[in-house]
């Protein structure tokens, strides 16, 4: 039988608990960066939080990189931040959507992007007309989720919107 340490570890490390961090403290994003004078997107999730300990055991079990910015001491604590990307991170998402609430339509639109890109995922093969715009929307739509300041879906009007979230649901 494990020990309480151990035992707690498993808990905290849960699907259901890694869903519920997730949906508090994380963040699903499509990144846009340019190499070689072209767009490129992926998938890109990540938590931050100052409770390193869980950053580490989440870094231990589903892999990833983990950052620590070292704050100045007795005025914040060391923040951290774990993030996967690519096909990294939608097998992670894979393993916990399920048990999302708050992230669960964003996490949808990173499954459907990367069905959208896979097939070209780290191949020399030419892309079809219109995939970097594909990207490109798929990207954007998942920048207007996050509802900063309060202003979901701040970018398109309300027949786009309503169309697009047809697609996820």
């Known amino acids: 039988m494990p020990s309480g340490a151990q035992r707690g570890s498993y808990w905290r490390l849960s699907p259901v608990y890694v869903a519920g961090f997730l949906d ?24 931050s939080n100052t409770n390193i300990d869980i950053l580490k055991e ?6 990833g990189r983990l950052h620590i910015d070292g704050r100045k001491p007795g005025r914040f604590a060391p923040c ?22 708050i992230k669960k339509k964003q996490i949808n639109v990173a499954f459907d992007f990367w ?21 490109r929307r798929y990207h954007e739509l998942l920048k207007s989720m996050h509802g900063k300041q309060g202003k979901p879906w701040r970018k398109f009007p309300p027949e ?10």
Request: positive net charge.
């Open 24 to 47: 508090g403290e994380g963040c699903i994003s499509i990144r846009r960066a340019v190499k070689n004078g072209s767009d490129t997107y992926t998938v890109f999730c990540s938590i």
């Open 58 to 63: 989440l870094n231990r079990k589903y892999g």
């Open 80 to 101: 951290g931040n774990w993030c996967l990307m690519g096909a990294e991170a939608v097998r992670f998402m894979k393993k916990i959507v399920k048990h999302t609430i």
């Open 115 to 135: 069905k959208h890109k896979e097939p070209f995922h780290r191949t020399n093969q030419p892309k079809p007309p219109g995939f970097i715009e594909e990207c």
């Open 160 to 169: 786009i919107i309503e169309e697009e979230m047809k697609i996820v649901n």
